[in-house]
């Protein structure tokens, strides 16, 4: 029987740091889960100078990742230095060494899983990636084991927590999305760059993870229709609030007759759901199972210690499975390699949603009617209608929620009326999730 469980850490950023205070910090408690000693004896980083809080053994350092890679002493290499390339190459030269490997790359492995799944499978080795959705959350490992033996009905996901912290700002203060955004670079809280962020690009990656561990199909992240937070403006989110919803951007996935309808965008939520809650960087996933029904997880969805313990997480469920011989046990893409088949996803243009639809509009008589006649035409029942005040011949909003419809009809009537010369702006579309009334 092993005497201890080596780890060796890539990347010394911000959840790097995190990794290792959980490690030294927590090493007693940790040992008496494990049984052995879980010992961090390298970590590399082109930085080894930088004070980062956190008191590390003379030794452990060094800038070169192949003394990770190649000591015979480690077990488990945790890979976070994030990107495409070179952490790709530090997985799959680990898994070939015969180390088993933990990272957080939700991008790497939402556009290269297969092929790190596939080298782990052959290999026999484990790969551990709570930390790659919900930061603290411990969703992968509900889907993978938890709620095993349901099928997965739908996954409602509050999965980016920068979107989530400037929507809900936007909700409370009644600023603007530029003005929120600023404040949020100044706090810490988004990137000088909020692209990924804000344009839904990151919650798009998260969310292929999931569909993935549900449905064990293969997941092609561009066939995931994504889009961002940057059009919605408090007057939007005015009128959510009359018509009872907040705005959330949301990760969603629903099996539906035998295909996936996978999608990230802003969605009008009940006021009443949960998810309608969460407020600020703070993330939520709802997962429906057939035999479980609703569940929630809600936690802090990012950081360099929430995410750490994510990380810790999965670097102690290998270690015990290396003290009882049983790698391997849970596949790493949840179902059993020879088990997983090709599922097709929804293109768009073929979901069917409720939603919320505003137009600028020249206020004079007959421009009601031929909105609603356009709609008609399509084929799209209007649920209610708000138009506030009269300013005849001056631009004046009219927002509709309509009763279930088809995305394709939506749009074709949206193209046909912002053609129209009463129009001032393209129309704005709200996704509504919620009953048909």
């Known amino acids: 029987m092993k005497s201890r469980i080596g780890v060796g850490l890539i990347g010394f950023g911000t959840v790097g740091t995190g990794v290792a205070k959980v490690l030294f910090e927590n090493a007693a408690l940790i040992s008496r889960r494990v049984g052995v000693p879980v010992e961090l004896l390298r970590i590399a980083d082109l930085d080894i100078t930088r004070d980062r809080g956190v008191a590390v053994p003379a030794g452990v350092l060094t800038t070169d990742a192949r003394q990770v890679l190649t000591d015979p002493a480690i077990d ?81 996901g509050i999965i980016n927590g920068t979107s989530n912290y400037i929507l809900s700002r936007m909700t409370h203060e009644g600023q603007s999305f530029d003005a929120i955004l600023k404040d949020a670079q100044q706090a810490g809280y988004a ?35 994504t889009e961002g937070i940057t059009h919605i403006t408090p007057t939007d989110i005015a009128y959510a609030k009359e018509f009872g919803y907040t705005i959330k951007l949301l990760g969603i996935a629903k099996l539906v007759d035998g295909e996936v309808d996978a999608r990230v965008h802003p969605t009008m ?29 809600y936690g802090r969805g990012a950081g ?51 939603y919320y639809l505003r137009f600028m509009v020249v206020d004079r008589p007959g421009v009601l009617a031929q909105i609603a006649g356009e709609l008609g035409r399509c084929g799209i029942s209007i649920s209610s209608m708000l138009q506030q005040g009269r300013r005849e011949g001056q631009t004046v909003p009219v927002v509709i929620k309509t009763h279930m419809a088809q995305e394709r009809d939506v749009q074709a009537a949206l193209r046909e009326i912002n053609r129209k010369a009463f129009v001032s702006e393209p129309a704005t579309l709200i996704r509504v999730e919620g009953k048909d009334e």
Do not use: C, W
């Open 76 to 156: 488990i290499v945790i890979e976070l230095v994030g990107g495409y390339d070179f952490a790709k190459r530090v997985i799959l030269e680990a898994i070939a060494a015969g180390k088993h490997v933990v990272t957080a790359n939700k991008a790497l492995l939402a556009l290269h899983g297969e092929e790190i799944f596939e080298a782990a499978s052959r290999q026999g080795v484990d790969l551990g990636f709570e930390a790659s959705v919900g930061g603290g959350i411990p969703v992968i490992r509900a889907l993978t084991e938890g709620l095993a033996a349901n099928r997965i009905e739908s996954i409602y």
């Open 269 to 297: 939520v009940p006021m009443a759901d949960p998810i309608a809650k969460v407020d600020g960087v703070y993330n939520a996933i709802q997962l429906v199972g057939d035999a479980v029904g609703d569940v929630m997880l």
């Open 304 to 354: 360099s210690m929430p995410t750490g313990s994510a990380v810790v997480s999965d670097v102690i469920a290998i270690g015990r499975n290396l003290l009882k011989g049983a790698a391997g046990r849970v596949p790493p893409a949840s179902f059993q390699r020879d088990q997983r088949r090709p599922i097709r996803m929804k293109p768009i243009e073929e979901i069917s949603s409720l």
């Open 191 to 225: 990137e000088a760059d909020p692209t990924f962020d804000v344009a839904g690009i990151d919650s798009a990656h998260k969310l292929a993870i999931l569909v993935g561990l549900a449905y064990g199909t293969p997941v092609n992240v561009k066939d995931i229709y």
